[in-house]
């Protein structure tokens, strides 16, 4: 009997070993709904690949290296000399190289691009949602770029690339570009309008210099930047402006680009945020003047998207953990996954998991279609989405924290990373109530995004009798917008969890969408996760979203 004290059992295996993408059911049957068809064996064999990776437990180890080496500043060289770099651990790079490698800085250059791009990052924001900060920066800048027809030139072959160069050199001669952003700056936060950084132009037309500060500075390691300033024009037009400024000059000099410090962050610790002054800084104008944030708002929007699909990855993997574990751990003398009240919860975590990655995916159909129509929808929902998705994240990662009990709260199981990492989206790229004021925004300026909205959500209609009251308690709280502002945030609410009825209702299987239009539109749940009808067919649920090793 010497030594059976220390005999394991009753511990789940680790999850790794398996295809991240093609274990989650609802996000396969998502590509498949939006792609066409002649596209869909290349992608799934694509998605698949990077599915694999992502499930590797080599893959995983690079991420557990990257959070626990995080990005450090190096200001000046040993002799003094201001270089303003950021070392990275080779673990992040590895996964930036493999990220890049799988066209998720390339939505923009394949048909049906964005669903299969949404995709990808759903399943690499598992693996480390750090290192996805560049990949959706870069993603999102090619829009702004297209201001510029000269700029998207020389940038956008390089910001699509598969290839990541990671050395500091002039972008002619690059193979590939990362892009980052700096807007906030320390007066205005969200407020864009408050910036005080200063361009002021130079003889070349179009070429500006920069002096001011960015609070914040997306992936400041980047090659290029796009940034907010307020033009001091000759012309006197000026005004908040859109500049691109680039990490390296033409001749190979650096540019003035000077890191005071990166932020210490409660999670995205494999990631570097960092506080920029300028100073003379060399700066090429993007758009017009005065048009800085209609330049930048197509950017904004890219990367409010990734917000959501990065917070529809963070609750896939947190579900598939607790799923998981839940399978393979016996109490009280069988499987937890077969307790009436743990399935309750992990149905209930699976249920908000798959209404997250189902709108997210629409959102990106509708990017890829490029219709009226689709873009009307995308104004509206987009924000809505992005209200509520987000805010969703943090409580469910909480609670399939909670489903590994002690284990949970333990670093090796990775939950407390995805707890850490689970806030963060609902901050980046405004907050809630920007969110929340932007549907009403939408709402009173823009009639043919209502219009588009409702065209969407009624192809559903009469398929469920609670998705058709849910549609009008919102037609009823929309004929009453006395002291909107004051409830915006309900109202996003309710175009949030009114379009993932809808959709749920249309494509997920009847066991989901009936259990989603119980507990989200008919009153039917409670307030904690783990409070469904205990009449719905839970088990089905639960071994939907099973990831099967």
Same mark, same amino acid.
């Given at each position: ?11 789940? $295996? $680790? ?26 064996? !290349? ?37 003094? /000399? ?5 070392? #990275? ?19 923009? *250059? ?25 990949l959706s920066m870069t993603h999102a800048a090619v829009p702004a770029l297209r201001a510029d027809p000269e700029l998207a030139a020389e940038w956008e072959p390089r910001l ?24 906030? !700056? ?10 005080? *950084?200063?361009?002021? $132009? ?40 859109? #500049? ?26 494999? /990631? ?16 017009? !003047? ?63 998991? !798959? ?34 998705? *987000? ?33 963060? /989206?609902?901050?980046? =790229? ?18 043919? +995004? ?5 065209? =969407? ?19 009823? =709280? ?40 119980? +507990? ?10 783990? *409070? ?18």
């Amino acid at each position: 009997m010497a030594g059976s004290t220390h005999t394991v059992t009753n511990q789940p $295996p $680790p999850l790794t070993g398996y295809d991240v993408f093609g274990t989650d059911q609802a996000l396969a049957d998502a590509v498949a709904r939006h792609l066409d068809p002649e596209l869909l064996d !290349e992608a799934r064999a694509e998605l698949s690949g990077l599915g694999r990776a992502a499930g590797s437990a080599q893959v995983q180890e690079w991420a557990v290296q990257a959070e626990e080496n995080p990005p450090r500043l190096h200001t000046h060289d040993r002799y003094g /000399n201001r270089v303003d770099e950021v070392d #990275f651990h080779p673990a992040w790079h590895r996964l930036l190289g493999k990220g890049v490698g799988a066209g998720l800085t390339a939505a923009w *250059t394949r048909p049906g691009g964005h669903v299969r791009r949404a995709a990808g990052f759903v399943v690499w924001t598992q693996v480390d949602a750090g290192n996805c900060c560049p990949l959706s920066m870069t993603h999102a800048a090619v829009p702004a770029l297209r201001a510029d027809p000269e700029l998207a030139a020389e940038w956008e072959p390089r910001l699509t690339s598969t290839i990541y160069d990671r050395e500091l050199r002039p972008a002619r001669l690059k193979a590939g570009a990362l892009f980052g952003m700096g807007m906030t !700056e320390k007066q205005g936060g969200s407020d864009v309008r408050a910036n005080t *950084t200063v361009a002021t $132009p130079l003889a070349e037309a179009g070429t500006y210099t920069l002096t001011g500060h960015k609070w914040f500075c997306s992936a400041p390691m980047s090659d290029g930047f796009l940034v907010l300033a307020q033009a001091a024009s000759a012309e006197g037009e000026g005004g908040l402006t859109c #500049f691109l400024v680039p990490r390296v000059l033409e001749d190979g000099s650096r540019n003035v680009f000077r890191l005071q410090r990166l932020k210490e962050k409660l999670g995205n610790r494999s /990631n570097a945020s960092g506080e920029v002054e300028f100073d003379g800084t060399w700066a090429r104008r993007v758009g017009a !003047e005065g048009r800085g944030v209609r330049t930048i708002i197509d950017m904004v929007a890219a990367t409010r998207l990734d917000c959501v699909l990065g917070s529809a990855g963070l609750m896939r993997q947190a579900v598939a953990q607790a799923v998981h574990h839940c399978t393979h751990r016996t109490a009280f003398g069988g499987a937890l996954v077969d307790k009436p009240l743990m399935r309750n919860v992990l149905a209930d975590l699976a249920l908000e998991s !798959e209404a997250a990655t189902t709108l997210a995916l629409r959102l990106a159909a509708a990017c890829d279609d490029g219709g009226e129509q689709e873009r009307a929808l995308l104004r509206i929902a987009l924000p809505a989405a992005k209200y509520w998705v *987000t805010k969703r994240c943090t409580p469910l990662v909480v609670e399939a924290a909670e489903c590994l009990g002690g284990n949970g709260y333990v670093e090796e199981s990775g939950l407390p990373r995805l707890v850490r990492e689970s806030p963060l /989206n609902s901050i980046w =790229e405004g907050a809630g109530n920007v969110q929340a004021l932007d549907v009403l925004r939408v709402l009173r300026r823009e009639p043919q +995004a209502l219009d588009a909205y409702l065209r =969407e959500v009624g192809k559903a209609r009469g398929a469920d009798h609670r998705l058709d009251a849910a549609i009008k308690g919102l037609l009823t =709280e929309l004929a009453d917008l006395d002291g909107v502002e004051g409830r915006a945030r309900r109202l996003a609410e309710r175009f949030a969890l009114v379009l993932q009825g809808a959709l749920l209702v249309r494509f997920a299987p009847p066991e989901v969408a009936d259990a989603f239009c119980a +507990a989200r539109l008919g009153g039917d749940g409670g307030a904690a996760f783990g *409070t469904l009808p205990h009449s719905l067919d839970l088990a089905a649920i639960v071994e939907r979203a099973a990831p099967r090793v």
